[in-house]
């Protein structure tokens, strides 16, 4: 009974209860911020497990030490046990009765990541004590493999009843251990190394797998090996159903500056970017190299008299973005202080995330805002001014000199260089859209690779039309003069 329980040993066996169940107590960072109980909490794992909606296949390339194995097996648990907690939006399973295959380099490696994750740190005395709680785990095969206790096959009770076995395999093993089977979830723990040539067609293997069961792919790796397939396929794919997303030092809470300092000391100056940020090398490179030390920063007051314009991206065959800036005229410094995208969403949705902190803020656009609405015929950027009430532009965003249409986008990346360079351009830590698109732009074959930089590019029309900006007083007085048929002028 326990009212014959005292409050020390009740606290013992909550203890000895949540560490027999890891799905209990673990959260990802942004469901604080989700709630409002911390606004400023990097929201990169929530962001990467509600993506699961609607993107079959998630990359999370991250930094090392930030938690990119915890998520990635987190989420592996939830769908095998089918145990989803209350706040859970993302992908759900709600049936056993299917295969889950699980990747790691070698045997060593699938011992001290998934596997640890999962199972516990031992297969005996700790067996239950990770994700996996011990009462639906049915049975466990291990395999000789020169290391002790490595899994090769265990079984796993669903919430349904029905059961899922999880087979473990290694890169190590080559391609032909991927060639048969039908997984309904594959989860990469770092990635196969295609200079080996038994490794090179591991992931065609293993999406042909998942294509033929209708299957999820789910990756978490630090991109060591430079541009790799699995890199290439992420950050060049235009398929909304393919999603990856970024995460650096910065981008974990638990790692302090002491801790990033020390590790840092241990790489080589080559390794740094990827160990650190989870930045590969890209074709024949990033377009921006400005340290991140140089321009994020935690969010500031905006002052009433800084000058603001909006940005935004249409969303016409891929996702719609928006991002905010306000500039301080007097410092000359302009503040990237929000930024927002989505896949699929409905124009009027959209119209409200644009009005949402100030209707009377400008909105500079793109030119194909002037293409028309093949339901209504109307042009896409008049829709959003007369039915929706967004302060659109007169005009799509253009260089000062420059008419209409499609613009160079080479001046204005050496703008916002300039600016990042000079300390002139500072973005706000939460803007986590923007600053992954900031991490993976890049050329190749001489050429900028267009893909996954809508809230970048938002920023290049917002930051292309800074001379439009107005702050909310000079917003009043536009407002009066169009009320009194004056003429309307734009002081810059």
């Not at 005996?124 to 639906?136: A, H, K, M, N, V």
């Not at 002790?148 to 796993?156: E, Q, R």
């Not at 029905?162 to 089977?181: A, C, H, M, P």
């Not at 613009?407 to 986590?432: H, N, Y």
């Amino acid at each position: 009974m326990l009212e014959n329980v005292s409050d020390a040993e009740l606290i013992e066996q909550l203890a000895n209860v949540a560490s027999q169940n890891q799905l209990l107590i673990w959260s990802p960072y942004g469901l604080r911020k989700r709630t409002g109980e911390l606004p400023d909490e990097p929201d990169w794992q929530l962001t990467w497990h509600d993506a699961g909606k609607y993107a079959t296949q998630r990359m999370l390339m991250c930094a090392n030490g930030v938690g990119k194995s915890c998520t990635t097996c987190y989420e592996f648990a939830l769908h095998v046990t089918g145990q989803y907690p209350p706040w859970w939006d993302g992908e759900r399973f709600e049936r056993g009765g299917w295969e889950a295959w699980i990747g790691s380099i070698d045997n060593d490696m699938q011992k001290r990541g998934p596997q640890r994750a999962l199972l516990g740190r031992d297969l005996d005395e700790q067996l239950g004590t990770g994700f996996i709680p011990r009462s639906s785990i049915k049975s466990l095969e291990t395999r000789q493999a020169g290391v002790k206790s490595v899994a090769d096959t265990v079984i796993i009770e669903h919430v349904s009843g029905e059961n899922v076995v999880i087979k473990w395999l290694t890169f190590e093993q080559g391609w032909r251990k991927w060639q048969s089977g039908d997984p309904k979830i594959i989860l990469w723990d770092e990635e196969p190394d295609e200079t080996v040539v038994d490794q090179k067609d591991i992931l065609d293997e293993a999406l042909t797998r998942l294509v033929r069961n209708d299957g999820i792919f789910m990756v978490g790796y630090t991109p060591l090996l430079g541009q790799t397939q699995l890199t290439e396929h992420f950050m060049d794919s235009n398929d909304p159903s393919v999603f990856y997303i970024g995460a650096t030092w910065d981008d974990a809470p638990h790692m302090t500056q002491e801790t990033r300092d020390r590790i840092s000391k241990q790489y080589r100056a080559t390794s740094v970017d990827a160990r650190s940020k989870g930045i590969p090398m890209l074709g024949e490179g990033r377009i921006f190299d400005t340290s991140e030390a140089q321009f994020l920063i935690n969010p500031i007051p905006i002052a009433e008299h800084w000058a603001r314009i909006k940005g935004i991206d249409f969303g016409i065959a891929h996702p719609a973005a928006k991002v905010s800036l306000a500039w301080d005229r007097d410092a000359d410094i302009v503040y990237l202080y929000e930024s927002w995208k989505k896949t699929d969403v409905k124009t009027r949705d959209h119209a409200l995330v644009i009005n949402a902190g100030g209707e009377w803020i400008p909105v500079a656009w793109p030119h194909d805002g002037e293409k028309r609405d093949p339901k209504s015929g109307k042009q896409f950027h008049k829709i959003y001014r007369k039915e929706y009430k967004v302060n659109m532009l007169s005009q799509s965003a253009r260089y000062q000199s420059d008419t209409g249409g499609a613009q160079a986008q080479w001046p204005i990346i050496e703008t916002m260089i300039d600016r990042l360079d000079s300390g002139r351009f500072k973005v706000f830590r939460t803007c986590s859209e923007w600053i992954g698109e900031y991490r993976s732009y890049h050329k190749k074959d001489g050429k900028i690779v267009s893909r996954r930089d809508d809230a970048l590019k938002a920023s290049f029309y917002a930051l292309m039309m800074l001379r439009f900006a107005v702050s909310a007083a000079q917003s009043n007085r536009i407002g009066r003069r169009r009320q009194s048929g004056a003429p309307l002028t734009t002081t810059v």
